[in-house]
């Protein structure tokens, strides 16, 4: 199992709590007092990691959304507000995000030798995803917050963040307990989607996947997409027979010659094949990297949250939507390759852009009657064989097989 480079837990306490009074009294402590008595204020204390916690060696010292350290004055404004909260019945939330140190020091947030952490870039991040945070939950104008550092030696760096409304705005609500009796309480819980979001915005923050992300986008909307030429001239065998079987079993109506429509569920296996085939044959390299980049991607998501977690099932998402995103586009450029071949040949769309089949047949008929239709279809591969530069002589042969065919089985498309 890997380890998860993040972990996130929460939890809120009302304003009776002891451990609520507890973090008042001791916010405006010096750090030494106050990391001596965390365990008296820390809500969570079945969070996982407490042990870690109980008495942290060394912090940060307190950090808000404005502020990267309180002095004395500015710590007992703090605890004036935070007594405010309590006096008005705010609730107190409270939330740690643990990272691995192994992790940190991996990505270069923390120099285990020298004992120093990036600081002012996990600070900016916890300021940016707790800005996200309480927009989302309708805090954002009401709700204010402390967070500090807390290291460990040996296994995690956690960031300790307290939240409180001094002017609440969370409605009450009747709950009842196991007995029986009720009892009115202000709203705590927090919506899940939200709570999951913090934690990918603290990450998103301390690491960068614009470039990666960027490189698979380039992959799959441009480079693999690009061929000299057309399709149909690619120096091939395999690919020019693959191409006709697909262009001879399309549907009349070419409004739906597009890679997704159902109209397209019997030859769309025959599409993919052609797409894998040219891949492999003629993107060999840039298709390799792509799965190289999506793997990457992958790992770097197990790593970051752990195997089994939703974020790595998003990643394994991703991977397969993005491989059929490619495999869309080249489908499509294929469709559009072949949508123009067919005006180009016959000519004979209709105003709705569907095929005029009995014009297709007069057609036909005429090209076969003047080109002497019964071509040999073996002389024909091994011509391909052997001049694989002669476009011209591929092509029309290959309109040969294609007209042949259709006769003998009686334009079955």
């Not at 001094?166 to 029986?180: A, F, I, V």
């Not at 991607?297 to 949250?305: D, I």
């Not at 095929?355 to 002389?379: D, M």
């Amino acid at each position: 199992m890997v380890q998860a480079a993040i972990v996130t837990k929460w939890q809120f306490v009302m304003s009776g709590s002891k451990k609520f009074q507890s973090y008042i009294d001791y916010v405006d402590r010096d750090e030494a007092t106050r990391n001596n008595a965390f365990s008296r204020y820390n809500v969570l204390n079945t969070d996982g990691y407490n042990y870690y916690m109980e008495d942290p060696e060394k912090s940060s010292g307190l950090f808000t959304a404005n502020k990267d350290s309180l002095t004395k004055d500015e710590r007992q404004k703090v605890k004036e507000l935070f007594r405010k909260a309590q006096k008005n019945d705010s609730l107190m939330w409270q939330d740690v995000v643990s990272f691995d140190t192994n992790w940190l020091v991996e990505t270069g947030l923390y120099d285990a030798e020298q004992d120093v952490l990036n600081e002012a870039k996990i600070m900016k991040a916890i300021r940016i995803a707790m800005k996200e945070q309480l927009n989302a939950e309708g805090l954002k104008n009401s709700g204010i917050w402390t967070a500090a550092i807390h290291y460990n030696e040996k296994h995690h760096i956690h960031v300790h963040i307290a939240i409180v409304e001094p002017e609440p705005t969370r409605p009450y609500h009747t709950y009842h307990r196991k007995d029986g009796s009720t009892y009115e309480a202000r709203k705590g819980f927090r919506e899940k989607k939200n709570v999951e979001r913090f934690k990918s915005q603290v990450m998103s923050q301390l690491l960068d996947r614009d470039e990666p992300l960027a490189r698979i986008s380039s992959l799959i909307r441009s480079q693999l997409v690009q061929h000299k030429g057309s399709m149909n001239q690619l120096p091939d065998a395999r690919l020019h027979l693959l191409y006709q079987k697909i262009y001879t079993q399309l549907p009349p109506d070419r409004r739906q010659w597009k890679y997704n429509m159902n109209a397209l569920d019997l030859v769309r296996p025959l599409i993919d094949q052609f797409t894998t085939e040219y891949l492999a044959t003629y993107q060999k390299e840039g298709y390799h990297e792509l799965k190289e980049q999506l793997n990457e991607n992958v790992n770097f998501y197990q790593r970051l949250y752990g195997e089994g977690t939703k974020e790595f099932q998003r990643a394994n998402d991703f991977k397969t939507n993005k491989l059929a995103e490619l495999y869309a586009n080249l489908g499509n450029g294929l469709l559009k390759e072949m949508s123009a071949q067919y005006q180009n040949e016959h000519g004979v769309t209709t105003k709705n852009h569907s095929v005029n089949w009995n014009q297709v047949v007069t057609n036909q008929k005429a090209q076969a009657s003047k080109q002497g239709s019964n071509v040999n279809l073996s002389k024909v591969k091994k011509a391909l064989q052997k001049d694989f530069e002669s476009i011209k002589n591929q092509q029309e042969y290959m309109r040969n097989i294609r007209n042949q065919e259709e006769q003998d089985q009686g334009l079955s498309r």
